[in-house]
C-alpha cells in the first residue's frame, strides 16, 4: 500500500487559487465602483507627495489627479478629490505613501509612479551601474 505525500492534492489547489481570484476580483470591483460613486468616470488616480510651507513649518500634503480612461482630467470638487485619496489609503494602508503613486480602477493595482530619465540626456542623479 503507498502512502500519500504531504503534497496537497491538485483540487485543492485549484479551490485556494480560485478563492483568491474571486477575493481579489471582488476588491478590485468594489475600489472601482466606490471610485465611480465619488468622481464618475474616473479610471485613474495620481497621487503625488509634495512639501509645502505656509505658515514656517514644511508639512507633506499629496496632491490628488483624478483622469479618465482616455487620460483627461475628471472636473471634480475638492471634497471628491479627497474622498478618493482617503479610499486608496484606507485600501492600501501599507502602501508607500512617501512617493508618487498611481492607482489604476481597470485592474485595481497600486504602482509606484517614477519617472525614468532617459540616459542619453545625461541628467540621471543615479550614479551608472556596469556589470
Not at 510651507?53 to 490628488?64: A, F, H, K, W
Not at 525614468?116 to 556596469?130: M, Q, R, W
Amino acid at each position: 500500500m503507498q502512502t500519500q505525500g504531504t503534497r496537497p492534492l491538485r483540487a485543492v489547489e485549484a479551490f485556494r487559487g480560485a478563492r483568491a481570484y474571486r477575493r481579489q476580483t471582488a476588491f478590485r470591483d468594489d475600489l472601482a465602483a466606490q471610485l465611480h460613486a465619488i468622481a464618475p468616470g474616473a479610471a485613474r488616480v495620481h497621487l503625488t507627495p509634495v512639501m509645502t510651507d505656509v505658515d514656517g513649518t514644511p508639512r507633506r500634503q499629496t496632491l490628488v489627479h483624478l483622469v479618465d480612461a482616455v487620460g483627461y482630467t475628471v472636473q471634480a470638487p475638492l471634497g471628491a478629490h479627497r474622498a478618493a485619496r482617503r479610499l486608496l489609503v484606507e485600501a492600501f494602508p501599507s502602501a508607500e505613501w512617501d512617493k508618487p503613486l498611481i492607482f489604476n480602477a481597470a485592474c485595481g493595482v497600486l504602482v509606484i509612479n517614477v519617472p525614468d530619465v532617459p540616459a542619453e540626456l545625461g541628467i540621471d542623479t543615479a550614479p551608472a551601474v556596469t556589470a
